[in-house]
């Protein structure tokens, strides 16, 4: 069994072979997938998915930092009542961006705060976006770390230090994707840094494609090349690996991804 713990499924990118896509991922072992929102819009689609498929789907609610405009605190308050639908496990994705959206550094920190107390009201860890924003994020999550928070790196990227710094954390955890397969990285190093029950496997779909698939349209199926990707740095079997990640997800994401 594999957990999928990023991907967004509901975009238009499936639009046309939506039925083809999930037949594939639960061929190839894919049994839960957890849907990370975007902004308002993406909502009506994304429960779609799980009312449609509930064996499969599990959403969150969240406002992506690239979509953080003035208008933020109105977009989360409209948000917010989504939170008590059953299909709802996590807070995200927020965080912040400074690769796309550094004007806005101001407005993303102050949406990402609510959200990060929204994930202690509501005990639903947090599903975290950082890109070019590393020491912004951890500043942040420094000053609102408690023992109820818990949470996951999306995506992640950093090295030795941010390790070590997110394992000072309550209780965060890696979510690895396709762009760790990706050579120039050599990543595999960093893979072995980090403690072996806090890692998650993730897509991102439709973005960010393992090898052999890089440039093309990424789907939960494309999955297993991150699995064998990170069994290999790790030295042990697929079967293994597949275990252990999805035992770690159940233990952030709960019970009802199991
Ligand atoms: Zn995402």
Redesign the pocket.
């Known amino acids: 069994m594999i957990i999928d713990t ?1 991907c ?1 499924l509901y975009l238009e990118q499936f639009q046309h072979d939506i039925d083809d896509v999930i037949a594939n991922a639960i061929s190839n072992d894919v049994q839960r997938i957890l849907l ?1 929102n975007i902004d308002l819009n993406t909502i009506p689609d994304m429960l779609k998915l799980c009312e449609k498929q509930p064996e499969l789907f599990r959403a969150m609610i969240g406002l992506h930092p690239c979509d953080v405009t003035p208008e933020y605190p109105h977009i989360l308050e409209t948000m917010k009542p989504y939170l008590s639908n059953k299909n709802v496990i996590a807070i995200g ?1 927020t965080g912040i961006d400074l690769h796309w959206e550094k004007e806005t550094l101001g407005i993303q920190i102050e949406s990402f705060e609510i959200q990060i107390e929204w994930a202690k009201s509501f005990n639903l860890p947090i599903v975290i ?1 950082a890109r070019e924003s590393f020491q912004e994020i951890f500043d942040v999550l420094k000053q609102h770390d408690s023992p109820e928070l818990s949470g996951v790196f ?1 995506c992640f990227t950093g090295g030795k230090k941010e390790v070590h710094e997110i394992m000072s954390l309550n209780k965060f955890y890696f979510g690895i994707g396709g762009n760790s397969t990706y050579p120039k990285k050599n990543y595999g190093n960093i893979l072995t840094e980090i403690p072996r029950n806090r890692i998650v496997l993730e897509t ?1 779909a439709p ?1 960010l494609s393992p090898v052999p698939n890089r440039g093309k349209r990424n789907e939960p199926q494309f999955i297993k090349h991150t699995a064998e990707f990170v069994a290999n740095a790790l030295g042990i079997e697929l079967k293994e690996l597949t275990h252990l990640t999805s035992k770690n997800a159940i233990d952030l994401f709960g019970p009802s991804i199991a």
């Open positions: 990023h967004h990370p994705e976006h999306h991102d973005f």
